[in-house]
Nanobody, 123 residues
Framework: QVQLVESGGGLVQAGGSLRLSCVLS????????MGWFRQAPGKEREFVSS????????YYADSVKGRFTISRDNAKNTVSLQMNSLKPEDTAVYYC????????????????WGQGTQVTVSS
């Protein structure tokens, strides 16, 4: 059974930092591109960041470039998202994703979704 389990969400003040982590089980981690999407209330789900199977890229949405950093640890089956200088508009449910494609930047390439973790940034 494939599972993506996220952790690290929470409430933080604007300008603060959070680190999200996601562990993939049930599949060979190194065979999957990994990434993060988010969905804010009343908005469509959007791409945030991803890293290829081989650690290449990484890729970022324009809205988070320079503030977020994605990394993967194949030995621990883990992908992380370090989020700095958080803004109220970063408030959303963040979803970890896995894709059998070389890279993942659109939802159509996603094979597996995590259950989501809430990030709330207060002003």
């Amino acid at each position: 059974q494939v599972q993506l389990v996220e952790s690290g969400g929470g409430l933080v003040q604007a300008g603060g930092s959070l680190r999200l982590s996601c562990v993939l089980s049930g599949r060979t981690f190194s065979r999957y591109a990994m990434g993060w999407f988010r969905q804010a209330p009343g908005k469509e789900r959007e791409f945030v960041s991803s890293v290829s199977r081989t650690g290449g890229g990484p890729y970022y949405a324009d809205s988070v470039k320079g503030r977020f950093t994605i990394s993967r640890d194949n030995a621990k089956n883990t992908v992380s998202l370090q989020m700095n200088s958080l803004k109220p508009e970063d408030t959303a449910v963040y979803y970890c994703v896995a894709s059998s494609s070389m890279v993942v930047t659109t939802a159509t390439n996603v094979n597996y979704w995590g259950q989501g973790t809430q990030v709330t940034v207060s002003s």
